[in-house]
C-alpha cells in the first residue's frame, strides 16, 4: 500500500473526532490546571501534550502496521498485560491509597491503561481464532477467564473502575464475535445470583466479602446528602458545577474549578470542568464530538475485512461508549463514583498514548477494509 | 449496540438538560455559597450625648487578640495556647473557655457538652472564624506578637470600636455596657433577628436603645477556596457597608449630673461629720417637673463603666461584688424601694383633703406622742418631736413635720375602713414603677389590706390594724418607694396633677446629626385634685423650706430661688437594727416649679442635716447659683 492509498483511505472523520476531543481536553486541562502549579499554568498539558505526541507516532506505525500481526503474538500481548499489571502491585507507588502507577523517573506509567488495549488485542484474538466454535460455552467461558485475571489484578490496586471497563471491553468483543444472547442472559443471571449471595446469604454464614460501607460508597450518588463529606462531597460538588454552567457556562467565573471545590478536577471530573465553564452548549459539543467517534469505531466494525478487525473496532467502540457514559454519568449524578476517566479529555499519559494507538489501531482495520473493495459492505450484524 | 449508545446519549443529554437549564440558577446560587465567606463589618455604635450634645458615651478604636485554629499547626494548640496566654497575662485556662465557648453550641451546656478541651486540642475541631480571646490590648502587646508571627500561628489582631467614657464613671449606673450577645438571650423574643456574636446593649440605656445604637453591620463577601482560605483579601461585589448606629441625645445634663454626684459624696460627708459614720450610699434624681425629662440621676456607691470594656476582668467583678464595696452597681434612684418617712406627708394631705377627712382648718393637739382612741390598743407613738408641736393645722404640719397631726388623719383614713389612702398613694405614682426608660426598675410597694393577706401566712399579721394606717401616714411600716418615683409624686404636686412618666432618651439623631425620631415620653396622666388642695400642700411645703420653724429652713431659708420642699427620716431595718434613711424631696421654684430634685442618703440620720444641703448643692447648679455649702440644721425630723 503506497503512500497516496495511505492517505487516502483513512478515516478522517475519525481522526477529525480523535482531535477535536484532544484539543477540546488538553484546553479544558489548561483552565482547571493553570492555579495548580504556582507559575506554570502550563506544566500539566505539556506533560498531556508530550503524550499525544508519543501516542500520534505510535499511532501512525500501527495504522502501517497490519494488524493481522497481534493474532500471532496474542499470547505474548497477554502475558505482557498480566506481567505489567502484576508488576504494578510490588512496585507501584500509592497514591490515594491506591497502587496504579509505576515511577518510571521521567513520567509514571499507569498499566491497567495499556492493559485495556492488549487485552482487547489479545482476547479479541483468541475470540477470532474460533469462528469455528461460535456458539460454545466453552470459548465464552475462557474468554471470560482470560479477562479475569487482569480484572482481578487491577481490582487489588485496587482499581475498580478498571476492573469493570476490563469486563466491558470483553462482554462487548463476545457481543462483536457473535456470542449467543442465552449465553449473556445466564451470566446476567449469575452475576445477580452472586451479588446476592455475596451480599445476602454469606454474610449470614459469617463471610463478609463485600462491606457495607463500599456498597454505601458505590451507592452514594442515589442519595447524595447521606454522605456530604467523602464521595458524597465530591458528586455534590460536581453537580454544582456543571448545574452552575447553565446554557452558556461560566467561563472564567467557573469557580467551582478555579477554588478547588471540585476535586480531581484535570482527572476524573474533567466533565464537570467542562460542564461548567462552557455550559450545556460546550458538554453537547463534548457528546457530539464522542458520538462520531463511536459511530465512527461502530462503522470500522461493519466494515472490517475480517472477524478480528469487527471484534477489536466494535469492542474498543463500546469500551469508550462505557467509559463515556459511566464518566460523565458519574459527574452528573447518575453512576456511582468509579474512578474511570474520560477518553482522550481526562489527563493521564499512558491513558492519552493507548487511547491513541487505539485510533491508530481503528484506522489500520479501515485502511485494510476500504483499501480492498472486495471486503466492502461485508456486514457483522 | 448503535441503540444503546443513542439510549445512552440521550440519558445523559437528558440529565444535562435537568441539571444545566432547568436547575442552573440553583446550582449557581451553590456554587457562589461556596466561594464566598461573609466576613461581618462591625458597625460602629452610636454615641450617647446629654442635652447639649456633650458625648457620654462615644467609641475609640481598640485592638483585639484572636486564633483562627485552622491556621494552628495539628497539636500545637496547648502549647501555644501557654504561650498567648503569657503574653496577654491571661490564666491559660481562660484562654482555653473563651475556644471552647466559641466552638461549643449553646446547648448542651458546659458540663455535658461533647466538646472536650482534648477534643479541640487534638484538632477535632476547625474554626475558620477568628476567636477572639482578649479585647482591647495594648500596643506593646500588639507588637510584640507582631514580631514574634512565628510562635504564634494563626494569632491575629483584629481592629475594633470600643466604647469610651469621655466623663469616666459619670452616670455609671445610666449608661450599662455592651457585650456579645450570649445563648439564653439569643432565644429571647427581643433579640430575634440578632445573630451569635453580635454586639448588644447590656443594660442602662445601651440595652433600652439598643436597636438604635447598634447600627447594622455590613457584610464583605471574600472569595475562598475549597478549604476556606482566602484567594485575596479584596472584597467581591455583593457585600454590603456597615452603617453607623444612630446616636441617643438624653434629657441628662452633664453638668447637672455631675453635680448630683458630688451631692451625694457631699451628704455621706456631712452625714459622717453628723455622727451618722455608717452612711455609705444614696441616690439623687434632677427633673423636670413638668416632662418628667431626667437631667441627672445619681448612685452612690458607682463605678467606672470602662471596666467593662473589653470584657470585665474576674477580678474587678469580684470586687465590686465584695460586701464592703456596698453594691455599686444597684442603681438606687430606681431598683432600691424603702420607707420614705415624713416624704410621704403631702400624700396624706391630699387623700385627706380630697376625700373629706380633713379641712386645711383641721387642727390637732402635738404633745410629743399619741394614742389611738381604741381600747385595746396600747401602743403609744411618738412624734420626732419629743415635746410636742402644740396645736397645729394643716400647713403648719407640714412645715413642722408633725407626726401626731398625720397619726390623727392615719386614723381617720382607718376609721373610714376604706382603702382612700392607699389609694390615692398610687394614684399619686407609688406601687407601680414609673416607666422610666430604663431596665430593672423597681415598682415599690403600697400596703393595702388585700397586699397584707397575700403577703402574711399568720391570720394576725393579715389583719389590718390602726398601726397599719398610722405607719402609711408617715412613711413608714410596709411602704416603700424608689427615690424616682418619690420624685414623680413631687412633680405632680409641682405641675398641678400630672404624673409624668420620667424618661432619659430625648431623640435618635443619625451620624449627620439629623433627627431620626423624637422620643417624647407618654403623655403625663392627670390626677384631679383640687386647686385649693394643691394651694394648702404647696404653701406647707414651701413653708417647710422657708418659714422659721421649717424642717428644712436653715437650708432654703434664706435661698433666693423658693424652693418648696419636706424633709424625711425613714427607719429602714438593716440586718439587726433600724437605721434612719434621711431623705428630702422638693421641687423649685415654688411658684412656678421647673425642676423636682429627690435626694436619698443610705444611714444619713436626718433628712434636713443631710439629703436637704445635697439638695441645695443641685438647686445651686441647675440655677447657677454660688453659695456656700450650708451644714444644716440641729432642728431637724
Known amino acids: 500500500m503506497g503512500w497516496r492509498d495511505y492517505l487516502r483511505h483513512l478515516d478522517y472523520l475519525l481522526i477529525a473526532a480523535t482531535v477535536g476531543l484532544i484539543t477540546y481536553g488538553v484546553t479544558m486541562i489548561y483552565f482547571a490546571t493553570r492555579h495548580d502549579v504556582a507559575g506554570q499554568p502550563f506544566a500539566f498539558v505539556r506533560q498531556q501534550l508530550i503524550a499525544v505526541v508519543v501516542g500520534l507516532a505510535v499511532a501512525v506505525a500501527i495504522s502501517l502496521l497490519d494488524y493481522e500481526i497481534y493474532r500471532r503474538f496474542q499470547w505474548a500481548l497477554y502475558g505482557f498485560a498480566v506481567f505489567i499489571l502484576v508488576a504494578v502491585l510490588p512496585l507501584g507507588e500509592v497514591v490515594n491509597g491506591a497502587r496504579r502507577w509505576i515511577d518510571l523517573r521521567f513520567t509514571s506509567f499507569q498499566p491497567s491503561a495499556l492493559a485495556l488495549l492488549l487485552l482487547a488485542l489479545s482476547i479479541g484474538a483468541y475470540l477470532a481464532d474460533r469462528m469455528d466454535m461460535l456458539g460454545s460455552k466453552r470459548v465464552t467461558l475462557v474468554a471470560l477467564g482470560l479477562v479475569a485475571v487482569p480484572a482481578l489484578l487491577v481490582y487489588q490496586e485496587p482499581d475498580f473502575g478498571s476492573t469493570m471497563v476490563m469486563l466491558a471491553l470483553t462482554l462487548a468483543m463476545l457481543y462483536f464475535y457473535g456470542t449467543s444472547w442465552t449465553h449473556f442472559a445466564v451470566l446476567a443471571g449469575s452475576a445477580a445470583a452472586a451479588f446476592v449471595v455475596a451480599l445476602k446469604v454469606l454474610p449470614l454464614a459469617g463471610i463478609h466479602l463485600i462491606q457495607s460501607y463500599q456498597l454505601e460508597r458505590l451507592f452514594v450518588f442515589i442519595n447524595v446528602g447521606h454522605d456530604p463529606s467523602d464521595s458524597g462531597y465530591s458528586i455534590i460538588q460536581s453537580m454544582i458545577a456543571v448545574g452552575s454552567g447553565a446554557l452558556t457556562g461560566r467561563g472564567n467565573m467557573a469557580t467551582q474549578t478555579t477554588l478547588d471545590f471540585l476535586p480531581e478536577h484535570h482527572t476524573d471530573f474533567i466533565f464537570a470542568v467542562v460542564s461548567e465553564r462552557n455550559g450545556f452548549v460546550g458538554a453537547s459539543i463534548l457528546l457530539v464530538l464522542y458520538a462520531l467517534f463511536i459511530w465512527r469505531a461502530l462503522r470500522i466494525a461493519t466494515l472490517a475485512r475480517d472477524m478480528y478487525g469487527s471484534i477489536l473496532a466494535g469492542g474498543l467502540g463500546v469500551m469508550v461508549l462505557f467509559q463515556v457514559f459511566v464518566n460523565i454519568g458519574m459527574t452528573i449524578g447518575i453512576m456511582p463514583v468509579t474512578g474511570i476517566p474520560l477518553p482522550f479529555v481526562s489527563y493521564g499519559g499512558t491513558a492519552m498514548i493507548a487511547f491513541v494507538m487505539f485510533v491508530g489501531l481503528l484506522e489500520a482495520i479501515h485502511l485494510r477494509a476500504t483499501a480492498m473493495p472486495s471486503n466492502r459492505g461485508r456486514l457483522v450484524r | ?637
Open chain 2, 1 to 637: 449496540m448503535v441503540g444503546i449508545a443513542v439510549v445512552l446519549f440521550g440519558i445523559v443529554l437528558f440529565r444535562l438538560w435537568f441539571l444545566q437549564i432547568l436547575s442552573g440558577q440553583e446550582f449557581l446560587a451553590r456554587a457562589n455559597d461556596n466561594r464566598l465567606a461573609s466576613v461581618k463589618l462591625v458597625a460602629s455604635r452610636g454615641s450617647i450625648q446629654d442635652r447639649h450634645g456633650k458625648v457620654i458615651v462615644g467609641n475609640r478604636p481598640g485592638l483585639a487578640v484572636g486564633i483562627r485554629l485552622m491556621d494552628v499547626p495539628d497539636g500545637t494548640l496547648d502549647a501555644e495556647v501557654v504561650r498567648l496566654a503569657r503574653v496577654l497575662n491571661e490564666k491559660p485556662g481562660k484562654v482555653r473557655r473563651e475556644i471552647e465557648d466559641h466552638l461549643r453550641p449553646g446547648w448542651p451546656p458546659p458540663p455535658h457538652s461533647t466538646m472536650t478541651w482534648t477534643k479541640i486540642a487534638a484538632g477535632e475541631a476547625v474554626s475558620l472564624d477568628l476567636i477572639v480571646i482578649k479585647e482591647d490590648v495594648s500596643r506593646t502587646v500588639m507588637s510584640y506578637l507582631l514580631e514574634h508571627t512565628a510562635s504564634f500561628p494563626g494569632v491575629e489582631i483584629q481592629k475594633n470600636y470600643l466604647r469610651a467614657y469621655p466623663h469616666g464613671s459619670l452616670a455609671a449606673h445610666l449608661l450599662g455596657n455592651v457585650g456579645e450577645i450570649d445563648a439564653e438571650q439569643l432565644k429571647e423574643k427581643r433579640f430575634s433577628g440578632y445573630a451569635s456574636g453580635d454586639v448588644i446593649g447590656r443594660g442602662g440605656l445601651e440595652w433600652s436603645y439598643d436597636r438604635w445604637l447598634r447600627g447594622r453591620d455590613g457584610v464583605a463577601k471574600i472569595e475562598v477556596d475549597n478549604f476556606g482560605r482566602p484567594k485575596s483579601h479584596d472584597p467581591v461585589p455583593g457585600g454590603r457597608l456597615p452603617e453607623p448606629g444612630d446616636s441617643l441625645v438624653t434629657t441628662l445634663d452633664v453638668g447637672v449630673q455631675a453635680t448630683a454626684e458630688e451631692a451625694l459624696r457631699y451628704g455621706i460627708s456631712l452625714a459622717h461629720a453628723g455622727g451618722q459614720v455608717e452612711a455609705n450610699g444614696g441616690a439623687a434624681v434632677v427633673l423636670d417637673a413638668r416632662h418628667g425629662q431626667v437631667l441627672g440621676m445619681a448612685s452612690y456607691p458607682s463605678f467606672d463603666p470602662a471596666e467593662w470594656v473589653g470584657g470585665i476582668s474576674t477580678k474587678d467583678y469580684n470586687a465590686l461584688k465584695r460586701p464592703s464595696a456596698n453594691t455599686p452597681l444597684l442603681d438606687r434612684a430606681i431598683q432600691e424601694q424603702k420607707a420614705v418617712g415624713s416624704t410621704f406627708k403631702p400624700i396624706d394631705a391630699i387623700a385627706g383633703l380630697e376625700e373629706g377627712v380633713i379641712t386645711p382648718y383641721t387642727s390637732f393637739f402635738c404633745n410629743g406622742s399619741y394614742k389611738p382612741p381604741i381600747a385595746y390598743d396600747k401602743t403609744v407613738w411618738h412624734c420626732w418631736a419629743l415635746d410636742g408641736h402644740g396645736t397645729l393645722d394643716l400647713v403648719g404640719a407640714l412645715t413642722q413635720s408633725c407626726d401626731v397631726y398625720f397619726y390623727n388623719v392615719g386614723y381617720l383614713f382607718w376609721q373610714s375602713k376604706g382603702t382612700e389612702l392607699e389609694d390615692w398613694a398610687m394614684r399619686l405614682g407609688m406601687n407601680k414603677a414609673t416607666g422610666i426608660d430604663l431596665p430593672g426598675e423597681v415598682s415599690g410597694r403600697v400596703p393595702t389590706p388585700a397586699w397584707l393577706e397575700k403577703h402574711f401566712k399568720s391570720e394576725i399579721d393579715q389583719q389590718w390594724t390602726p398601726g397599719d394606717s398610722l405607719n402609711l401616714a408617715v412613711g413608714q411600716g410596709d411602704l416603700e418607694a424608689t427615690p424616682l418615683q418619690l420624685a414623680v409624686t413631687y412633680a405632680a404636686v409641682a405641675n398641678g396633677g400630672y404624673i409624668v412618666q420620667p424618661h432619659i432618651g430625648m431623640k435618635i439623631v443619625d451620624s449627620q446629626g439629623k433627627m431620626v425620631r423624637d422620643l417624647e415620653a407618654r403623655k403625663p396622666r392627670k390626677v384631679d385634685i383640687s386647686q385649693s388642695t394643691l394651694d394648702v400642700v404647696r404653701s406647707g411645703l414651701r413653708e417647710a423650706a422657708s418659714s422659721s420653724s421649717g424642717t428644712s429652713s436653715s437650708v432654703f431659708g434664706a435661698y433666693p430661688v423658693a424652693v418648696a420642699g419636706k424633709t424625711g427620716t425613714a427607719e429602714v431595718w438593716d440586718r439587726y437594727h433600724y437605721v434612719n434613711y434621711a431623705w428630702y424631696a422638693s421641687y423649685a421654684p415654688a411658684n412656678d416649679p421647673k425642676y423636682v430634685v429627690v435626694v436619698m442618703i443610705e444611714k444619713g440620720g436626718h433628712g434636713g442635716t443631710v439629703a436637704a444641703p445635697a439638695t441645695r448643692m443641685i438647686y445651686d447648679k441647675l440655677f447657677g447659683l454660688k453659695s456656700d455649702k450650708a451644714t444644716g440644721t440641729t432642728r431637724s425630723d
